[in-house]
């Protein structure tokens, strides 16, 4: 099995964002209110970046314990 480098799951979520931004645009001048425009753009960011997150077994940061 192979592996992907930090490299291409970085490019995979500035790509994904891009589509993020743009579904939130589009739904924002659909619905012709930026509040919705940008719920659905920060969401499809959001579940998009618990997904590749969830893929590639990198959890994110290390939790720090105080």
């Known amino acids: 099995m192979t592996t992907t480098g930090p490299a291409n799951h970085r490019l995979l979520i500035t790509v994904l964002t891009g589509i993020g931004v743009a579904l939130g645009i589009a739904v924002a001048?659909?619905?012709s209110?930026?509040?919705?425009g940008v719920a659905a753009g920060a969401v499809f960011i959001a579940?998009?970046?618990m997904m590749?997150?969830?893929w590639t077994g990198h959890p994110g940061p290390p939790v720090t314990h105080h």
Do not use: E, G, S, W
Request: glycine residues 0%; proline residues 0%.
């Open 47 to 49: 579940m998009a970046n």
């Open 29 to 31: 001048v659909l619905t």
């Open 52 to 54: 590749v997150r969830l």
């Open 33 to 36: 209110d930026v509040i919705i």
